[in-house]
Every structure is written in structure tokens, then in C-alpha cells.
């Protein structure tokens, strides 16, 4: 097939493989970036999750259709599988944090049934530099650091741990009210969770919301109910969102042609994926694409 797909990396510019055996890497902006001089390509990571505190210098970020202008103190919460490329000016520098998704879901868990939510979205977090100069988060990241760089027995251990604990600092300054996000009750936050994966998994393959119901062990009317109650969102939704999400990637990164993306994503059709996401996204695909490579990047947010 023609056309050039989206690339797949570890760690950005090394090839990704079946298993991640370093649970945690910890890297300094500069040391990756001086080697493509300030410009990451796209690119995935689809079994590790990536947070970039920045602490100096400035530049834009794309992540999945979107493209945001960023400046130093920030943080940048990348959750694996979605794709995201920077260009920035070189004398930006801060830490790169790099774990592997499931057990850092998984500790996530144990520690807060809402922290999870986090690393389900990405999320560009502006910092504001408290009156004394200093800065809240430096220290627990200059831990995690010399945990992740350390052979000391449990090193990895202990740096998961600290990582976190610098989610739920995130997390509270991510919120307006300083606290973590809502996730409802515990079995409905984990039908939901299951469902998103269960998503990802065969969204290509269109399922009907029955045959997801059933895969949860509940009724149709069971998980819009869920749905609506949780996100405010109705289960076609979230499919509806989850194969857009993959079609606008693909339009804005990839060299694919439009029918081979329609194919990618399951539809036999070109002309019924054109008028399915004109639908959904009210612009055409190759306008939708033209459009998403002459924009310039939003600003700050505030």
C-alpha cells in the first residue's frame, strides 16, 4: 500500500518493540532534541505514556488534529497511542518522563479511582511562576529522576511510586477546585474503562453498540445510561469520537490517500466515509487535511 503511515517508537526515533522492558526512562529535552535540532516528527507510542515538564524556552505542539503554542513553566501529559510532534526554539529544555501505560495505570488505580482519568486524554498544563520564584514540582521531579537513573534495589519501584505522586499534583493543578477528576462510582467507572478499550480494540470493525453491551455483560440501555451519566456523552459518542479521532490523525500526519484511510478505518465505501465524516466533523476530509497544515497553532491557553 502506498502512502506513508504514522511511525511507532519507543522512544522517539527507535523503533518500538513487542515488549518495553524499561518500565521508566527519565531524559533531559535537549539531550534527544539537539539531535533533530528542535523538530520531533509524529510519531505513537503505543504501550507508554509520556510527561514533559517544561521549564524553559517555548514552541507548538501537535497532538492528535489539534496544534497548541506552548512556553515554558508547563506540563505536557502525552497518554500512549496518540500522536503528537513538537517543534520548538532550542533553548528549550525540562524533563522528559517515559513509562510503560500499564502499570502505571495500574498503580494509578490503587492509588485514586479517579486518577486514571489523566493519562486517558492529553493535556497541556500552563504553570504559573509563584512570586517567590520557585518551583512546587521541581523537587519530587528531581527524585523521580534520580530513581529512574539509579541501581539501587527497587529503583523502579519507587520511581513509579513518585511518578504517581506527581499525577495527583497534576491532577490537582489540572482542576479548577484543586482536586482530582470525577469518575463516578467504582463499577461504573470500570464498565466505562472497559468499554473505551473494548472500543480501541474494534472500532474498525464498527460494532453495534449491542455487541459492546454484551461483551460487558450488560444491555444497550444499560451502557447509554452509563455513558450519559459519566461523561454526559451517549455510547455512539464515544465510538463516533474514538474513529474521528483516527481518521483526523491520518489526515493530518500520515500521506495515506483518502480512500486508503477509509479502508484502514473499515469502510468499503470511500464516498460513505466522506459524507460520515463531513457529518461528524462538517468539512469535507482533504479540506479537513489542507486546512490542518496551513493553520498556525492556537495560543496559550490561559
Not at 470511500?270 to 465524516?277: E, G, K, L, P, V
Request: glycine share 8%.
Amino acid at each position: 500500500m502506498k502512502g506513508k503511515r504514522i511511525p511507532n517508537y519507543a522512544l522517539y526515533g527507535q523503533s518500538a518493540s513487542p515488549l518495553w522492558h524499561d518500565l521508566l526512562h527519565v531524559e533531559w529535552i535537549h539531550e534527544r532534541s539537539l539531535l533533530y535540532r528542535g523538530e520531533i516528527e509524529p510519531h505513537r507510542h503505543d504501550a507508554l505514556v509520556q510527561i514533559l515538564y517544561v521549564r524553559s524556552g517555548s514552541g507548538a505542539l501537535s497532538v492528535e488534529h489539534r496544534r497548541l503554542a506552548f512556553a515554558a513553566p508547563c506540563v505536557i501529559v502525552l497518554p500512549c497511542g496518540v500522536v503528537h510532534a513538537f517543534s520548538h526554539s532550542l533553548d528549550t529544555d525540562g524533563l522528559v518522563i517515559t513509562a510503560a501505560h500499564r502499570p502505571l495505570e495500574s498503580m494509578a488505580r490503587i492509588a485514586s479511582a479517579e486518577l486514571p482519568a489523566l493519562l486517558q486524554r492529553p493535556a497541556l498544563i500552563p504553570l504559573p511562576w509563584p512570586a517567590d520564584g520557585s518551583e512546587p514540582l521541581w523537587p519530587l521531579l528531581q527524585l523521580l529522576e534520580q530513581e529512574a537513573g539509579s541501581e539501587a534495589p527497587g529503583h523502579t519501584a519507587a520511581g513509579l511510586a513518585l511518578l504517581v505522586t506527581l499525577l495527583v499534583h497534576i491532577a490537582r493543578l489540572a482542576q479548577p477546585g484543586g482536586g482530582l477528576p470525577h469518575a463516578g462510582s467504582g463499577r461504573r467507572a470500570a464498565l466505562l474503562g472497559q468499554f473505551r478499550e473494548l472500543i480501541n480494540r474494534h472500532f474498525r470493525q464498527h460494532w453495534s453498540l449491542e455487541l459492546y453491551a454484551s461483551h460487558l455483560g450488560i444491555s444497550a440501555a444499560q451502557l447509554g445510561r452509563i455513558c450519559r451519566e459519566e461523561v454526559g456523552e451517549s455510547a455512539m459518542e464515544l465510538v463516533n469520537a474514538r474513529l474521528m479521532r483516527e481518521a483526523q490523525r491520518q489526515l493530518a500526519y500520515s500521506e495515506l490517500e483518502v480512500k486508503q484511510i477509509a479502508h484502514d478505518l473499515g469502510f468499503s465505501d470511500t464516498s460513505y466515509f466522506s459524507r460520515y465524516f463531513r457529518k461528524q466533523a462538517g468539512i469535507q476530509p482533504g479540506a479537513f487535511r489542507e486546512a490542518f497544515r496551513t493553520a498556525e497553532p492556537a495560543g496559550r491557553p490561559a
